[in-house]
């Protein structure tokens, strides 16, 4: 089957292409994300808005994705995006470093749409955040430490074998499964 990953991450999509056992081509266009705490909501609405944009004829998936500090009250969360923009990881790892606790997780809310149905999976994974390590991946990788290694010093395999986003598109991969 093929899907279309709506998104302006290529970041995501190499991610996606690696894991899914289908053809997955990125439609790079920036849909409205609405002010939300929930990441399963902005993703979903996402979803519907970006399948009719693409045209309306092939299935969409959508990532809206986050990283929570456990010691910064969940900061930057659903707000991720425009932290990374504004801020940069260096200056989220300085506002991480002197917690007592550096706690984290990535969350991840995939979104399918294809004009029947809208489905979301989700997938988290814990760890904490560390000074810059590793040249991999994309976004806060460098900083986010899951078993002694940073996601940038992973492989894309490597990371979606753990990863939040790896989590979420083996549901869909499953969902998909079962519906063949
Ligand atoms: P689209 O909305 O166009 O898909 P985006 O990068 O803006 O692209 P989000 O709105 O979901 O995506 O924001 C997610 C933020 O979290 C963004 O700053 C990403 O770089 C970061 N992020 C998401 N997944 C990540 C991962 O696996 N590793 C590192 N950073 C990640
Ligand atoms: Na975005």
């Known amino acids: 089957m093929s899907l279309l990953f709506v998104t302006t991450n290529a970041g995501k999509v190499r991610e996606a292409r690696d894991y899914l056992d289908a053809d997955v081509e990125q439609f790079d266009y920036d849909y409205a994300e609405i002010q939300s705490d ?3 909501e902005i993703a979903a609405r996402g979803a519907r808005e970006s399948f009719e944009a693409a045209g309306g004829d092939e299935p ?10 456990g010691g910064l009250e969940g900061f930057p969360g659903p707000y991720s995006s425009y932290v990374e923009d504004t801020l940069g990881i260096e200056r989220v790892w300085k506002l991480a470093e002197d917690l007592d606790d550096r706690a984290a997780a ?3 809310v995939v979104a399918y749409a294809d004009g029947e149905t809208v489905e979301t999976f989700t997938g988290e994974v814990p760890g ?5 390590r590793g040249t991999g991946g994309f976004g806060f990788d460098p900083i986010f430490e899951h078993d002694g290694e940073t996601f940038a010093e992973m492989d894309t395999a490597a990371k979606n074998a753990v990863s939040h986003r790896g989590r979420a598109l083996a549901s869909l991969a499953d969902w998909l499964a079962e519906r063949e």
């Not at 904490?128 to 810059?132: E, L």
């Open 38 to 40: 929930e990441l399963a």
């Open 106 to 108: 990535f969350r991840s």
């Open 60 to 69: 969409v998936i959508v990532d809206d994705s986050g990283l929570f500090v």
């Open 128 to 132: 904490r955040i560390v000074a810059p």
